[in-house]
């Protein structure tokens, strides 16, 4: 007999624990670009923020719970009552809303970080499923989380569980915060939680990925009856990330044969929310990454080129379609007219009004002049530099001139708008892009900001590609990462330096208008 899979829901938290990844910093205008794409892959929970922890990201989860309508939106709340209080104001116009509160139960964090007993800490998460159900008058799921869930002591922790349970959780939530879980060990876990809670709730792990075991632990405790897992797109988070929500996903897909759930994701929406969310994290992704990276289909040697044209099984166990790759084709050029364009914009998903087309069109035919072919990742790029984010930017780049090669000793001169005062640089450098940086810093007058990072890749083939340059900065302790992204690779370079000091002050503004909120 056929046997009958359970439904396995997926968790993402690419808003929160993701966007704790060092560097990355979202508006609340970016946050909900990728909360819609999350809705659109299938995602069934979407952990938008920590409402209390900043301005931003109480906005940015009130805006998506206010917006997205199939999935549940969650915020997280430490067993707190202002922090209860702060998700619940956040989260009370979603459709389905969610508090996801937590507490330590591992001995070392409740001796050096939270100073109390386990009796205590098994009070006060009693108390705050209770208070988050209360307060929401039942509307809210609530889910509680045992941090360093792994690492503690097992009989406490199932009395933890059994407790939140017995006052109304709906979900607990299993996290090996500090990546310490081997899949065996994790494995014999869930099974015990499961043992004990039975179908009382659902079970949820969250994995993080400090000894690279994030996916292989999170799968193991599917096998032994977890029904949620917790996962971010490219796998970015704290410190090594959390679990690859695409390789869960397509672990499960590719060995159906294996596993006991199913999922409601639309795979085709895995390559396009990787690239998304890519772009406005800031956060490269390794070209050997499963799934969405740029070699997790390339075929190098000859024998593998061979077997995949003659059977694309034999070095393939899925398709590139199956994810939503498509050879990136050539789409338009300058003698494209309004109809193609409409058409493309159509296919790639964006619905533009008509002053927002034809601002587009006229950056379009800017680009086609330049550039013979226009491919899929030229105009989604063209698009998000249009309309990417409402905030008007402190620093915005007029023009800029290299002189280099040869014998000449490489000089930048560059404009830069700085609230709305033009500024001018002038510098040298080792090579066309040092002179560029040095002109930005002295136009701008800036000290102690730190390159700490610089890659640039070509974003489509052909020597005309758009190029992508990713930087990040550090400026008082405070690292950010950012992109540009231009066929001229200097000036996708000075974009990228731009964009990542526009982010600094970002971040700047709201912790200096809310101390109480750091260190959270
Ligand atoms: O890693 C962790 O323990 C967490 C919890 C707050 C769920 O992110
Ligand atoms: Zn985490």
């Known amino acids: 007999m056929k046997e009958r899979k359970e439904k396995l829901y997926i968790f993402d938290t690419t808003l929160r624990d993701g966007e704790q990844t060092p560097g990355v910093n979202l508006t609340p205008e970016e946050k909900l670009v990728i909360a819609k794409q999350l809705e659109k892959l299938g995602v069934d929970i979407i952990e938008a923020g920590f409402a209390i922890s900043s301005p931003a990201d109480f906005k940015a989860i009130s805006q998506i719970a206010k917006e997205i309508e199939k999935c549940e939106v969650c915020s997280l709340a430490r067993a707190k009552e202002e922090d209860i209080k702060a998700a619940w104001e956040a989260l009370k116009e979603a459709k389905k809303p969610r508090i996801h509160t937590f507490i330590a139960t591992s001995d070392i964090h409740l001796k050096y970080k939270l100073k109390i007993s386990r009796e205590e800490a098994l009070k006060r998460a009693v108390w705050a499923v209770k208070f988050a159900k209360e307060i929401s008058q039942g509307k809210a799921k609530v889910e509680f989380s045992a941090e360093d869930a792994s690492r503690s002591e097992v009989n406490y922790l199932l009395d933890v569980f059994e407790a939140v349970v017995e006052a109304g959780a709906d979900v607990i939530n299993v996290p090996d915060t500090v990546g310490y879980a081997l899949p065996d060990e994790f494995y014999e876990l869930i099974k015990k939680i499961k043992e004990r809670i039975k179908d009382k709730a ?205 014998t000449t000793i490489p000089t930048a001169t560059i404009k830069i708008k700085e609230n709305g005062t033009e500024k001018l640089g002038l510098a040298i450098g080792n090579g066309p892009v040092d002179a560029t940086y040095n002109a930005i810093k002295k136009a701008l007058n800036l000290e102690n900001v730190k390159l700490v990072d610089f890659k640039i890749r070509a974003l489509t083939a052909g020597t005309d590609a758009q190029a992508e340059v990713y930087v990040t900065l550090e400026k008082d302790g405070i690292k950010v990462a950012s992109r540009g992204q231009d066929p001229d690779i200097v000036k996708a370079s000075a974009l990228a330096f731009l964009n990542a000091l526009n982010r600094l002050e970002r971040k700047k503004t709201y912790e200096k208008s809310y101390p109480e909120c750091q260190g959270i």
């Not at 977890?226 to 499960?252: F, H, K, P, W, Y």
């Not at 060995?255 to 759930?261: A, G, I, L, T």
């Open 202 to 406: 659902i079970i949820s792990v969250h994995c993080h990925n400090d000894l690279g075991l994030a996916v292989a632990n999170s799968l193991m405790a599917i096998k032994a009856g977890a029904r949620q897992v917790e996962c971010t797109i490219n796998g970015i988070g704290e410190r090594a990330g959390n679990a690859a929500l695409e390789e869960i996903v397509m672990a499960i897909f590719v060995r159906k044969d294996k596993f006991p759930v199913y999922t409601d994701i639309d795979t085709t929406q895995i390559y396009r929310t990787s690239k998304l969310v890519s772009r406005l994290s800031g956060i490269m992704v390794s070209k050997t990454k499963p799934i969405v990276g740029d070699n997790a289909f390339a075929h190098e040697s000859g024998i593998h080129q061979h077997g995949v044209l003659s059977n694309p099984l034999t070095y393939e166990i899925m398709k590139p379609e199956t994810v939503g790759r498509k050879e990136s084709q050539i789409v338009l050029g300058k003698h494209s007219g309004r109809h193609a364009f409409e058409k493309k914009l159509k296919e790639l998903g964006f619905n533009l009004n008509k002053e927002e087309f034809e601002k587009a069109f006229i950056k379009f035919k800017e680009l086609a002049s330049n550039k013979k072919e226009i491919y899929d990742a030229d105009i989604e790029t063209l698009i998000e530099n249009l309309f990417g984010s409402e905030h008007k930017p402190k620093y915005e780049l007029i023009s800029h001139q290299v002189i280099s090669g040869g």
